[in-house]
């Protein structure tokens, strides 16, 4: 029996397979599968900012009132009480379910949704990842523009909250290295999320339209986070965790190598249903059987770039 804890975020990890945000993690049951079948840890599905500010905004009828279109979008997001059912969410998983529960919230902006943050923290959450979806496609805006909404809502975070924050990256940043050396420095955040996974487009050729080419990843998109987590887990004190492309052993065990603390999963959990968490944790035991390893410390950062 190898000894596979790991550390993320300041939290205590019985291995390194964590849910990823996505549909599979809104509700109790299918976090309780989870953490059945040997998940170490699980991201909640992420509230909206528009979500939280729709709610937290008690006028919500007169900021929109010139704007119906924009109240429709709000009434929309609002309708079923998302944020209150989220807090709700939070406390049951952490009542039913014996793993670390990690919020997440998606954001554009360091806007007045941050004090919604302490809520989620008094829920008992253990952990916020902040996913700033960040597509940098306005040719009026700088990269420093776009870079400092990351610094805007760690700023606007810290001393709100005191449980661990990570942020979770996108990967269309001019100089990532920089970036997450200067967050780094900030002594704010505990972790970094590579990375988030946005949707895309594709075109059809027959009609001439765009559609969304799939959601969920291929095993070869790995790369991407693998070069950046090799290169900057050496570089930085704080913790990764590598998102995108891991579906099996081999990925999990790859990412450790490149000095990841975690991985997150997603599409191979929609392929192949919460078990194959159990399968991915067998493969990476009987790799470090072969290997004489017997902790996940003694082989992780083995490739980093340092
Ligand atoms: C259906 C679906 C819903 C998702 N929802 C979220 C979300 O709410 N917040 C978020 O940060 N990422 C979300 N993601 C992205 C995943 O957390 C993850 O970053 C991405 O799928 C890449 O990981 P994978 O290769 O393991 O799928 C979603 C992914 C899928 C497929």
């Given at each position: 029996?190898?000894?596979?804890?790991?550390?993320?975020?300041?939290?205590?990890?019985?291995?390194?397979?964590?849910?990823?945000?996505?549909?599979?993690?809104?509700?109790?049951?299918?976090?309780?599968e989870f953490a059945e079948n040997g998940a170490a840890?699980?991201?909640?599905?992420?509230?909206?900012?528009?979500?939280?500010?729709?709610?937290?905004?008690?006028?919500?009828?007169?900021?929109?009132?010139?704007?119906?279109?924009?109240?429709?979008?709000?009434?929309?997001?609002?309708?079923?009480?998302?944020?209150?059912?989220?807090?709700?969410?939070?406390?049951?998983?952490?009542?039913?379910?014996?793993?670390?529960?990690?919020?997440?919230?998606?954001?554009?902006?360091?806007?007045?949704w941050v004090s919604f943050?302490?809520?989620?923290?008094?829920?008992?959450?253990?952990?916020?990842?902040?996913?700033?979806?960040?597509?940098?496609?306005?040719?009026?805006?700088?990269?420093?523009?776009?870079?400092?909404?990351?610094?805007?809502?760690?700023?606007?975070?810290?001393?709100?909250?005191?449980?661990?924050?990570?942020?979770?990256?996108?990967?269309?940043?001019?100089?990532?290295?920089?970036?997450?050396?200067?967050?780094?420095?900030?002594?704010?955040?505990?972790?970094?999320?590579?990375?988030?996974?946005?949707?895309?487009?594709?075109?059809?050729?027959?009609?001439?339209?765009?559609?969304?080419?799939?959601?969920?990843?291929?095993?070869?998109?790995?790369?991407?986070?693998?070069?950046?987590?090799?290169?900057?887990?050496?570089?930085?004190?704080?913790?990764?965790?590598?998102?995108?492309?891991?579906?099996?052993?081999?990925?999990?065990?790859?990412?450790?190598?490149?000095?990841?603390?975690?991985?997150?999963?997603?599409?191979?959990?929609?392929?192949?249903?919460?078990?194959?968490?159990?399968?991915?944790?067998?493969?990476?035991?009987?790799?470090?059987?072969?290997?004489?390893?017997?902790?996940?410390?003694?082989?992780?950062?083995?490739?980093?770039?340092?």
């Amino acid at each position: 029996m190898k000894d596979l804890s790991t550390q993320y975020l300041g939290l205590q990890l019985k291995n390194p397979i964590i849910v990823g945000s996505c549909g599979l993690t809104n509700s109790l049951a299918k976090i309780q599968e989870f953490a059945e079948n040997g998940a170490a840890a699980v991201v909640l599905k992420s509230l909206f900012e528009e979500q939280i500010l729709a709610e937290l905004n008690h006028n919500v009828k007169s900021w929109t009132v010139d704007y119906p279109e924009s109240y429709d979008y709000v009434r929309e997001y609002t309708r079923d009480n998302v944020v209150s059912e989220y807090l709700e969410l939070i406390r049951e998983a952490k009542k039913n379910a014996e793993i670390p529960i990690i919020a997440s919230i998606n954001c554009v902006s360091s806007d007045e949704w941050v004090s919604f943050a302490k809520s989620v923290e008094n829920e008992g959450a253990d952990a916020l990842e902040i996913n700033i979806s960040l597509l940098p496609s306005d040719p009026k805006k700088k990269s420093e523009d776009y870079e400092k909404i990351y610094f805007d809502v760690i700023e606007n975070l810290s001393g709100l909250i005191s449980i661990p924050i990570a942020l979770k990256m996108s990967k269309y940043s001019s100089a990532l290295a920089n970036l997450v050396s200067r967050l780094s420095w900030t002594g704010k955040v505990s972790g970094f999320v590579l990375f988030n996974r946005y949707y895309r487009p594709d075109f059809v050729l027959e009609n001439l339209t765009v559609q969304s080419a799939s959601v969920f990843s291929t095993p070869d998109e790995i790369t991407i986070p693998l070069r950046w987590i090799a290169l900057l887990s050496g570089m930085v004190d704080e913790d990764f965790a590598a998102s995108t492309g891991v579906h099996d052993g081999e990925g999990v065990i790859k990412q450790l190598l490149a000095g990841a603390n975690a991985v997150q999963v997603v599409s191979t959990l929609y392929k192949n249903g919460a078990p194959h968490i159990k399968t991915m944790l067998n493969e990476l035991e009987e790799w470090m059987d072969k290997k004489s390893f017997n902790t996940i410390d003694e082989f992780r950062g083995r490739l980093s770039n340092k």
